[in-house]
């Protein structure tokens, strides 16, 4: 299970991006975070795996728990070999100029068995389109197959718990549907899944539980099925809904409510 | 006509020397976008510690060289710990200015502990001349070519060929999705230094065996920069062309236009080429064309 605790985060010191952040991802569920750009939900990913650091960010209060133990303040190299806990960034994080297979071999960098070959067959029974791909450079793939080839690297880490940035960003409905199935399954398998996603109708429906970002706070959190009913995230989220112009002062009430929560 | 193939001959066995040299900058710069202007230096440094293993403890050349080269590399090693590891995650120009202060400090350094005279330098090499009729290739030329071409070789195979060089590759394009699959980009940088130190020392052993070794042996370290820049920056086949450019330049231009009256004419001759070339191709011969997705 992990959990974050009232998690603080500025960027270059000054610019605040989290501002108490505190939520839950119970072991072998799917967690889904929603919320508009700007509301920190890549800057919690990216605190969460440690990768802060490179973007001159730091955390100034909370902390951050894999089952009882703290992982603030480790390397995402340490994370991953002690946690098992993967960052899939989100914008397709493959390496352009190395082929699909040395993209594989390099994310199982961090291991020293000898399944590295096992695993990569693994990859390839869950992405049968990469196999043919297999000796071509990751740049000259399409954008589904590069996230096909994103979600199989962060499986040769050997995760216990992966997060997911964005996945279905710029692809097609039909390949995103796909990409939810393999999460689902993945998740049957036994992994825990955090899934950021700004598509927040298919998230919600592989996802167990929800919450709601925005400006750096949880305004929102329960159930998938809570969630997708919850009026507020129909009519923000969803884009369902009242159809007729909401006047002013139902958008103040809306905001006075998420003061509250 | 004689002449002329004597010629080419001893501006390729060079020219691979350079092209060595330029790869010692080519991996820095793919790894870390930095340019190395210590590598001078770092050619002197490489020298004096094989030196110290060949000359004053009369070790065997073929055990005298890999301990220099792991000394060499671990000196590279040593360097990027102080001097660039503090400056990741800021700009490529940082570094590159870095390097500037470094080679001036390496430089005072180095006439500190060795002083500021002259080292004989002569490697008992079993005799490699090549004769052929009117040509005559000296043997210290062709082992500084066979040397390097075997150097270049390991740097290849490792580059291409192992989990590091993998990992070296994917750190190169973006150090942030290498940490994000758990490639310690940090360390990575450490081997890619240690890397150059040693490719830059294998050339520099060999530029010190054609005649002496001093501080001042260094100043052939900035051959490398006409290499890198006509064989495009991020290149590593484009470092061994850009070499061998440069190397035949420097040879015809010794042997054909020199004698006219131009003297040291040869020394100026390959950042000509390198104006022509970059003229026609901004990013070198053989930098790297960007993957546009269409």
Known sequence: MLSVENLRVVYHDVISILNGVSFKAPGGEISVIIGANGAGKTTLLRAISGMLDLYDGDVIEGDIKVGDSSILGLDSTDIIRKYGLTYVMEDRPVFWYLTIEENLAAAAYSRWDGAVKMDMEKVFGYFPVLRNLRSQKAGYTSGGEQQMLAIGMSLMTRPKIILFDEPSLGLAPL????????????????????????????ALGIGHRGCVLENGRVVLEGSAEALLENEDVREFYLGAGAKQRRSYQDAKRYKRRKRWL | MVDLIQTLGAGLLIGIVYGLLGLGIVVIFRASEAFNFAIGEFLVIGSFLFYIFFFDLHLPFFLALPLGLVASGAAGALIERLSIKPLLGRSALSMTIITLGLASMLRASVQLIFGAHSYSFFLELPDL??????????????????????????????????????????????????????IDARFILLMVWALSAMSIAVAGVMISNFGALSYMTGIAGLRAIPVVLIGGMDSIGGALIGGLIVGLCEALVGSYIEPLGLVGFKDVAPYLLLLIVLFIRPYGLFGTVRIERV
């Open chain 1, 175 to 202: 390949i995103t549907e796909e990409l939810f199935r393999i999460i689902q399954q993945l998740n049957r398998e036994g992994m825990t899944i955090v899934l950021v996603e700004q598509n927040a109708h298919a």
């Open chain 2, 129 to 182: 001349s090549l004769e052929l009729g009117n040509l005559l290739f000296p043997s210290e030329r062709v082992w500084a070519g066979l040397l390097s071409i075997i150097a270049f070789g390991f740097i290849l195979f490792f580059l291409f060929r192992t989990r590091w060089g993998v990992a070296i590759r994917a750190t190169s394009e973006s150090q942030s999705k290498a940490m994000a699959f758990g």
